[in-house]
């Protein structure tokens, strides 16, 4: 089955770009990439999903590179209210499979 | 429309009580799931629904959990003979069948068997 890895905490500042890359070598061709965010006590919410190349919305980035074998999320200038965990999921069979996530921390 | 609504919000029950939850999804969203999220781990999928079919159901899910879906609107998840194990948020989130990757959730309920 396919599986996402990806860091498990990262700590940033406010302003500072943060990348967050999740490594999936067995991703099924048909399979688009999709990243969730969970803030504490609350359920996750959808950001961004792509299949190939780059994808940009008014939340983030995802640059997925020809092999597909990883993806990266970029969220540009974050704030404190980015604090939040960061799912990288596999799609199954129409259901998501969320791994442990990377706990972001982001400090004044 | 305000989104998917969980209630309620918090159970504390005894061990061997039974518990039931209730999803309201997003009205125009014909699939809704069910997921069990406990602390420093990510949603575990349990089960979904597609209308008011129950199309695919964890085999993690006990059968001490049964999920309803009737009328193809509403769901209730319900959990018999509760056990210390099932304490966690139990996450509802309901999408179309087009685009189902982008499932829209509910607040979820926090259960605390004693």
């Known amino acids: 089955l396919a599986k996402t890895t990806q860091p498990i905490s990262m700590d940033s500042y406010e302003g500072q770009e943060v990348n967050i890359t999740c490594s999936h070598n067995?991703?099924?061709?048909?399979?688009?990439i999709t990243w969730y965010q969970q803030f504490p006590s609350q359920g996750p919410r959808f950001i961004i999903q792509?299949?190939?190349t780059k994808v940009t919305n008014e939340v983030a980035s995802l640059f997925i590179p020809a092999d597909r074998k990883s993806s990266t999320l970029s969220l540009p200038r974050v704030s404190l209210s980015d604090t939040a965990v960061y799912y990288c999921?596999?799609?199954?069979?129409?259901?998501?499979?969320f791994g442990q996530g990377t706990e972001l921390s982001v400090k004044p | 429309d305000t989104g998917v609504s969980q209630d309620p919000r918090h159970k504390i029950t005894k061990r061997g009580q039974n518990v039931t939850f209730r999803c309201d999804p997003i009205?125009?969203?014909?699939?809704l799931y069910w997921y069990r999220q406990t602390l420093g781990q990510g949603p575990e999928f349990l089960t979904y629904?597609?209308?008011?079919?129950?199309?695919?159901k964890s085999r993690l899910l006990s059968d001490r959990f049964s999920a309803e879906r009737p009328k193809g609107s509403f769901s209730t998840l319900e959990i018999q003979r509760t056990e210390q194990g099932d304490s966690a948020m139990y996450l509802c989130?309901?999408?179309?069948?087009?685009?189902?990757?982008?499932?829209?959730f509910g607040p979820g309920t926090r259960l605390l068997v004693l």
């Open positions: 989130a309901s999408s179309a069948s087009e685009g189902w990757e982008t499932q829209y």
């Open positions: 067995n991703i099924a061709t048909n399979d688009y």
């Open positions: 792509g299949y190939k």
């Open positions: 999921l596999r799609n199954q069979g129409g259901k998501l499979i």
């Open positions: 009205s125009e969203h014909n699939r």
């Open positions: 629904f597609q209308n008011e079919a129950q199309l695919e």
